[in-house]
């Protein structure tokens, strides 16, 4: 178990996502679903949102990860995410799930039961809270915000990556990643900014879904793809902020940062940490 992780190596990782264009299944919420996939061609993967029963499956088995959201929640899409998430475990493609608004109501709480009562996820994304009510602690949450830092979860996140065998990401000010042999990484990029644009964090999800496409150590992968991000922002908002613009015109530059961050830009910016 390699618990040793640079800046160049996570550069390798988003090279690979951009030479090798991986295509990313994603069952996500109805707020977002443009922007992710603006978010995946921008970073250069595959975007393809399909949730039908009758061509779920199929869709899994051509993709190489799957990106499961639980944002707006109806019973027809539960089944299909259930089925998704089985067909990716059954094929050995990752698989990564955001419990949007864990904690915030019992048909919630529920529906991840369900979903983690089956296939496991590779990676589970989440903000503080969700991440803390996901592991089962008793939090509410106001509708999808967090109501608990990054840091406050991270007994919760060890907790829940033993039990699924995976990777936890706590994300917030501070990203945090953890996963079930006692590795961590701690990213300190970003910008306040990115709280204000509807989506971020569902972005980020599907990001890690790309990057676990390519790089096989789902802690690593994870930990790529919030580096990635928080880099990201941090340019967009002070290129906004530079123009005297606000959130509406950082989404713009959020996108292009993702796909024209440079090498040496990224690793003079990431503030990154790793331990075990």
């Known amino acids: 178990m390699n618990t040793s992780l640079t800046a160049a190596d996570l550069w390798a990782d988003i090279a690979a996502v951009r030479t090798r264009v991986p295509l990313v299944h994603n069952i996500t919420n ?15 993967a595959a975007p393809v ?13 051509i993709a190489q990860a ?6 707006t929640l109806d019973p027809y899409w539960v089944q ?43 990676v589970i994304r989440g903000n503080g809270s969700e991440v803390m009510s996901t592991a089962g ?13 990054a840091g406050d979860a991270l007994g919760a996140a060890r907790a829940l990556a033993q039990r699924t065998g995976g990777t936890v990401c706590v994300s917030g000010a501070t990203d945090h990643v953890l996963d079930a042999q006692g590795r961590w990484s701690r990213l300190s990029n970003g910008h306040e900014w990115m709280t204000r644009i509807t989506g971020i964090g ?7 879904g790309a990057f676990c496409a390519v790089q096989p150590d789902a802690w690593r992968a994870t ?7 928080g880099v990201a922002g941090e ?5 906004a902020q530079a123009a005297g613009q606000g959130v509406g015109s950082m989404q713009a530059l959020l996108l292009d940062a993702l796909q024209l961050t440079d090498q040496d830009s990224f690793q003079r910016r990431l503030r990154l940490e790793v331990g075990q």
């Open 30 to 44: 109805l707020v977002v679903i443009n922007l992710n996939a603006n978010v995946l061609l921008a970073a250069g």
């Open 202 to 208: 569902c972005s980020a999800t599907a990001l890690v």
């Open 49 to 61: 949102m399909a949730h039908a029963h009758e061509e779920v499956t199929d869709m899994v088995g």
């Open 223 to 229: 930990t790529a793809a919030m580096a990635l991000l």
């Open 66 to 71: 799957l990106v499961v959201n639980i944002g």
């Open 235 to 239: 340019i967009a908002a002070e290129r």
């Open 137 to 149: 602690a008793a939090i509410q949450t106001r509708g999808v915000e967090s109501s608990a830092a």
């Open 80 to 122: 299909s995410m259930e089925l998704a998430l089985r067909a990716a475990a059954e094929r050995r493609i990752p698989s990564v799930l955001d419990p949007v608004g864990a904690g915030a109501t019992p048909y919630r709480n529920k529906t991840l039961e369900r979903l983690l009562g089956g296939a496991a996820p590779t």
